[in-house]
T-cell receptor, first 112, second 115 residues
Framework: KNQVEQSPQSLIILEGKNCTLQ??????????LRWYKQDTGRGPVSLTI???SENTKSNGRYTATLDADTKQSSLHITASQLSDSASYIC???????????WGAGTKLIIKP | GAGVSQTPSNKVTEKGKYVELRCDPI?????LYWYRQSLGQGPEFLIY????????DSGLPNDRFFAVRPEGSVSTLKIQRTERGDSAVYLC?????????????FGPGTRLTVL
């Protein structure tokens, strides 16, 4: 069964600190993996997208990694800001399939 | 507009009533998707349109749910005889084409509350 699991479920860190969010997936055949940021009351916004051959992708202070062999991805946030408080959702696509398999997300809270 | 818009942003209705939720996709995007998101969960796929036709409606939970996209742009999600379990945020997304590599751009969602 295609599944995406994320950890931790929630995370609280102080402003300025770094953090890493984890994503494990069992989706086959794999096409790509995305990280979305979803602010409270808003729709998800795409941060990064990685295909099978890409190991890392950066978007400002966000860096995503992908290990297609172990089927794991991480999202690293550097020098966190209050505006980083949101849910971060890992989403995987199967080949030739528009349907996205969503994780439940990690709720990140940045405290001043 | 620059992004996907949805109206209303909030809808409160009573059990048994009919509601319509509207989505305006990004201009030129041929693919349009509806999702439903419950608190603390990722979005759940409902239906996908390619142009005017519903290419995949396998995610609609039952026949009380129906969606249309008559001119291949704006879409309306219709829910009949609403139930309390229908309460959720309904998200719409559009993409330039359909396919695994096309990024879906999401609207802000409509928060539906059924009393």
């Amino acid at each position: 069964k295609n599944q995406v699991e994320q950890s931790p479920q929630s995370l609280i860190i102080l402003e300025g600190k770094n953090c890493t969010l984890q994503c494990n997936y069992t989706v086959s055949p794999f096409s790509n993996l995305r990280w979305y940021k979803q602010d409270t009351g808003r729709g998800p916004v795409s941060l990064t997208i990685m295909t099978f051959s890409e190991n890392t992708k950066s978007n400002g202070r966000y860096t995503a990694t992908l290990d297609a062999d172990t089927k794991q991805s991480s999202l690293h946030i550097t020098a966190s800001q209050l505006s980083d408080s949101a849910s971060y959702i890992c989403v995987v696509s199967a080949n030739s399939n528009y349907q996205l398999i969503w994780g439940a997300g990690t709720k990140l809270i940045i405290k001043p | 507009g620059a992004g996907v818009s949805q109206t209303p942003s909030n809808k409160v209705t009573e059990k048994g009533k009919y509601v319509e939720l509207r989505c305006d996709p990004i201009s030129g995007h041929t693919a349009l998707y509806w999702y439903r998101q419950s608190l603390g969960q990722g979005p759940e796929f409902l239906i996908y349109f390619q142009g005017t036709g519903a290419a995949d409606d396998s995610g609609l939970p039952n026949d009380r749910f129906f969606a249309v996209r008559p001119e291949g742009s704006v879409s309306t999600l219709k829910i009949q005889r609403t139930e309390r379990g229908d309460s959720a945020v309904y998200l719409c997304a559009s993409s330039l084409r359909q396919g695994a590599r096309d990024t879906q751009y999401f609207g802000p969602g409509t928060r539906l509350t059924v009393l």
